[in-house]
T-cell receptor, first 114, second 110 residues
Framework: EPEVTQTPSHQVTQMGQEVILRCVPI?????FYWYRQILGQKVEFLVS????????KSEIFDDQFSVERPDGSNFTLKIRSTKLEDSAMYFC????????????FGPGTRLLVL | KNEVEQSPQNLTAQEGEFITINCSYS?????LHWLQQHPGGGIVSLFM???GKKKHGRLIATINIQEKHSSLHITASHPRDSAVYIC????????????FGSGTQLTVLP
Protein backbone atom coordinates (compact mmCIF):
# COMPACT_ATOMS: atom_id res chain seq x y z
CA GLU A 1 0.00 0.00 0.00
CA PRO A 2 1.40 3.43 -0.91
CA GLU A 3 2.49 5.54 2.02
CA VAL A 4 3.85 8.95 2.84
CA THR A 5 7.51 8.87 3.84
CA GLN A 6 9.51 11.45 5.78
CA THR A 7 13.20 12.00 6.34
CA PRO A 8 14.97 12.25 8.64
CA SER A 9 13.10 10.47 11.40
CA HIS A 10 15.00 12.49 14.00
CA GLN A 11 16.99 15.70 13.75
CA VAL A 12 18.91 17.59 16.39
CA THR A 13 20.03 21.12 15.58
CA GLN A 14 21.40 24.18 17.27
CA MET A 15 19.23 27.24 17.77
CA GLY A 16 19.56 29.60 14.83
CA GLN A 17 20.41 26.90 12.33
CA GLU A 18 18.36 26.14 9.24
CA VAL A 19 16.67 22.77 8.91
CA ILE A 20 14.93 21.14 5.98
CA LEU A 21 12.42 18.40 6.62
CA ARG A 22 11.61 16.19 3.67
CA CYS A 23 8.48 14.34 2.68
CA VAL A 24 7.54 12.13 -0.24
CA PRO A 25 3.76 12.21 -0.60
CA ILE A 26 1.74 9.42 -2.20
CA UNK A 27 2.36 9.67 -5.93
CA UNK A 28 -1.13 10.48 -7.26
CA UNK A 29 -1.99 12.89 -4.46
CA UNK A 30 -2.45 16.55 -5.24
CA UNK A 31 -2.68 18.23 -1.83
CA PHE A 32 0.13 18.32 0.69
CA TYR A 33 0.20 19.45 4.30
CA TRP A 34 2.55 20.04 7.16
CA TYR A 35 1.45 19.71 10.77
CA ARG A 36 3.39 19.88 13.99
CA GLN A 37 2.89 18.46 17.47
CA ILE A 38 4.79 19.88 20.38
CA LEU A 39 5.39 17.20 23.02
CA GLY A 40 2.28 16.68 25.11
CA GLN A 41 0.17 19.06 23.03
CA LYS A 42 -2.36 18.71 20.27
CA VAL A 43 -1.51 18.49 16.61
CA GLU A 44 -1.49 21.88 14.85
CA PHE A 45 -1.89 22.75 11.19
CA LEU A 46 0.96 24.65 9.58
CA VAL A 47 0.34 24.84 5.84
CA SER A 48 -1.36 23.25 2.88
CA UNK A 49 0.02 23.23 -0.65
CA UNK A 50 -1.60 22.65 -4.02
CA UNK A 51 -0.55 23.26 -7.58
CA UNK A 52 2.86 24.52 -6.51
CA UNK A 53 1.60 27.18 -4.20
CA UNK A 54 0.46 27.62 -0.62
CA UNK A 55 -3.28 27.05 -0.31
CA UNK A 56 -3.73 27.87 3.38
CA LYS A 57 -1.41 28.63 6.26
CA SER A 58 -1.83 29.09 9.98
CA GLU A 59 -0.58 31.86 12.23
CA ILE A 60 2.28 29.57 13.23
CA PHE A 61 3.58 29.53 9.65
CA ASP A 62 5.45 32.81 9.78
CA ASP A 63 8.32 34.14 7.69
CA GLN A 64 10.79 31.67 9.14
CA PHE A 65 8.93 28.80 7.50
CA SER A 66 8.76 27.95 3.83
CA VAL A 67 7.60 25.01 1.76
CA GLU A 68 8.66 23.80 -1.62
CA ARG A 69 8.05 20.99 -4.05
CA PRO A 70 11.42 21.04 -5.75
CA ASP A 71 11.24 18.07 -8.07
CA GLY A 72 7.71 16.73 -8.45
CA SER A 73 8.07 14.08 -5.77
CA ASN A 74 9.57 15.67 -2.67
CA PHE A 75 7.75 18.20 -0.50
CA THR A 76 9.95 20.09 1.93
CA LEU A 77 9.48 22.28 4.99
CA LYS A 78 12.32 24.68 5.71
CA ILE A 79 12.77 26.45 9.00
CA ARG A 80 15.25 29.24 8.41
CA SER A 81 16.47 30.07 11.90
CA THR A 82 15.30 27.54 14.41
CA LYS A 83 14.14 28.51 17.88
CA LEU A 84 13.88 26.34 20.96
CA GLU A 85 10.09 26.40 20.64
CA ASP A 86 10.31 24.80 17.18
CA SER A 87 11.14 21.51 18.90
CA ALA A 88 8.27 19.24 17.93
CA MET A 89 7.20 16.30 15.82
CA TYR A 90 6.51 17.46 12.27
CA PHE A 91 4.07 15.46 10.21
CA CYS A 92 3.62 15.61 6.47
CA UNK A 93 0.33 14.48 4.97
CA UNK A 94 -1.18 14.22 1.52
CA UNK A 95 -4.59 13.71 -0.01
CA UNK A 96 -6.00 13.02 -3.41
CA UNK A 97 -8.36 15.96 -3.35
CA UNK A 98 -9.37 18.49 -0.69
CA UNK A 99 -11.91 18.88 2.02
CA UNK A 100 -13.78 15.63 1.72
CA UNK A 101 -10.81 13.35 1.28
CA UNK A 102 -8.79 11.32 3.75
CA UNK A 103 -5.41 12.75 4.61
CA UNK A 104 -2.59 10.21 4.78
CA PHE A 105 0.10 11.02 7.32
CA GLY A 106 3.78 10.29 7.25
CA PRO A 107 5.57 8.84 10.30
CA GLY A 108 6.87 12.25 11.36
CA THR A 109 10.22 13.90 11.94
CA ARG A 110 11.13 14.60 15.52
CA LEU A 111 13.02 17.90 15.64
CA LEU A 112 14.98 18.90 18.71
CA VAL A 113 16.43 22.41 18.84
CA LEU A 114 19.16 22.93 21.44
CA LYS B 1 -10.73 28.88 23.02
CA ASN B 2 -11.06 25.19 22.14
CA GLU B 3 -13.08 24.71 19.00
CA VAL B 4 -12.88 20.93 19.34
CA GLU B 5 -13.40 19.22 22.67
CA GLN B 6 -12.97 15.52 23.31
CA SER B 7 -14.06 13.40 26.22
CA PRO B 8 -12.88 11.59 28.10
CA GLN B 9 -9.22 12.64 28.11
CA ASN B 10 -8.20 9.22 29.37
CA LEU B 11 -10.06 5.94 29.22
CA THR B 12 -9.10 2.54 30.58
CA ALA B 13 -11.14 -0.48 29.58
CA GLN B 14 -11.01 -4.22 29.93
CA GLU B 15 -10.57 -6.31 26.82
CA GLY B 16 -13.92 -6.97 25.18
CA GLU B 17 -15.63 -3.85 26.44
CA PHE B 18 -17.59 -1.48 24.22
CA ILE B 19 -15.88 1.91 24.09
CA THR B 20 -17.23 5.33 23.21
CA ILE B 21 -15.15 8.45 22.67
CA ASN B 22 -16.93 11.76 22.19
CA CYS B 23 -16.11 14.88 20.22
CA SER B 24 -17.97 18.19 20.36
CA TYR B 25 -17.24 21.23 18.29
CA SER B 26 -18.44 24.78 18.61
CA UNK B 27 -18.16 26.04 15.05
CA UNK B 28 -19.51 25.20 11.62
CA UNK B 29 -17.65 22.43 9.88
CA UNK B 30 -17.61 20.78 6.50
CA UNK B 31 -16.05 17.50 7.60
CA LEU B 32 -14.85 15.67 10.70
CA HIS B 33 -12.00 13.20 10.89
CA TRP B 34 -11.19 10.53 13.43
CA LEU B 35 -7.51 9.68 13.66
CA GLN B 36 -5.49 7.18 15.65
CA GLN B 37 -2.05 8.06 17.01
CA HIS B 38 0.13 5.12 17.95
CA PRO B 39 2.53 5.18 20.92
CA GLY B 40 5.43 5.80 18.51
CA GLY B 41 3.69 8.93 17.25
CA GLY B 42 2.44 7.80 13.85
CA ILE B 43 -1.03 9.03 12.82
CA VAL B 44 -3.51 6.93 10.89
CA SER B 45 -6.77 8.22 9.50
CA LEU B 46 -9.75 6.12 10.60
CA PHE B 47 -12.78 7.95 9.24
CA MET B 48 -13.84 11.09 7.47
CA UNK B 49 -17.48 12.06 8.06
CA UNK B 50 -19.72 14.83 6.89
CA UNK B 51 -22.99 13.20 7.92
CA GLY B 52 -24.48 10.00 9.27
CA LYS B 53 -22.46 6.98 10.25
CA LYS B 54 -19.54 4.93 8.99
CA LYS B 55 -18.34 1.48 10.01
CA HIS B 56 -15.03 -0.24 9.46
CA GLY B 57 -14.49 -3.53 11.18
CA ARG B 58 -15.00 -3.00 14.91
CA LEU B 59 -14.98 0.76 14.60
CA ILE B 60 -18.09 2.87 14.14
CA ALA B 61 -18.17 6.65 13.79
CA THR B 62 -21.28 8.80 13.94
CA ILE B 63 -21.89 12.48 13.55
CA ASN B 64 -24.86 14.68 14.45
CA ILE B 65 -24.43 17.95 12.57
CA GLN B 66 -27.30 19.72 14.36
CA GLU B 67 -25.88 18.89 17.80
CA LYS B 68 -22.27 19.49 16.67
CA HIS B 69 -21.23 16.14 18.09
CA SER B 70 -19.50 13.00 16.91
CA SER B 71 -18.76 9.68 18.57
CA LEU B 72 -16.26 6.96 17.88
CA HIS B 73 -17.24 3.50 19.08
CA ILE B 74 -15.04 0.46 19.38
CA THR B 75 -16.77 -2.89 19.79
CA ALA B 76 -15.05 -5.89 21.40
CA SER B 77 -12.03 -3.81 22.37
CA HIS B 78 -8.59 -5.38 22.30
CA PRO B 79 -5.25 -4.35 23.83
CA ARG B 80 -3.99 -3.49 20.33
CA ASP B 81 -6.64 -0.74 20.22
CA SER B 82 -4.62 1.11 22.87
CA ALA B 83 -3.69 4.45 21.32
CA VAL B 84 -4.62 8.11 21.29
CA TYR B 85 -7.79 8.79 19.32
CA ILE B 86 -8.02 12.27 17.86
CA CYS B 87 -10.99 14.15 16.49
CA UNK B 88 -10.20 16.83 13.89
CA UNK B 89 -12.52 19.08 11.93
CA UNK B 90 -12.41 21.07 8.73
CA UNK B 91 -13.90 24.43 9.60
CA UNK B 92 -16.50 25.91 7.28
CA UNK B 93 -14.73 28.43 5.11
CA UNK B 94 -11.49 26.49 5.25
CA UNK B 95 -10.53 24.45 2.25
CA UNK B 96 -8.78 21.61 3.98
CA UNK B 97 -7.03 22.79 7.16
CA UNK B 98 -7.62 20.39 10.06
CA UNK B 99 -8.30 21.73 13.55
CA PHE B 100 -7.49 19.06 16.12
CA GLY B 101 -8.87 18.05 19.47
CA SER B 102 -6.53 17.14 22.29
CA GLY B 103 -7.08 13.44 21.90
CA THR B 104 -8.33 10.61 24.10
CA GLN B 105 -5.76 8.22 25.48
CA LEU B 106 -7.30 4.75 25.39
CA THR B 107 -5.76 1.85 27.27
CA VAL B 108 -7.31 -1.58 26.88
CA LEU B 109 -6.17 -4.08 29.48
CA PRO B 110 -6.00 -7.81 28.77
Amino acid sequence: EPEVTQTPSHQVTQMGQEVILRCVPISNHLYFYWYRQILGQKVEFLVSFYNNEISEKSEIFDDQFSVERPDGSNFTLKIRSTKLEDSAMYFCASSVAGTQETQYFGPGTRLLVL
Amino acid sequence: KNEVEQSPQNLTAQEGEFITINCSYSVGISALHWLQQHPGGGIVSLFMLSSGKKKHGRLIATINIQEKHSSLHITASHPRDSAVYICAVVLSGSARQLTFGSGTQLTVLP
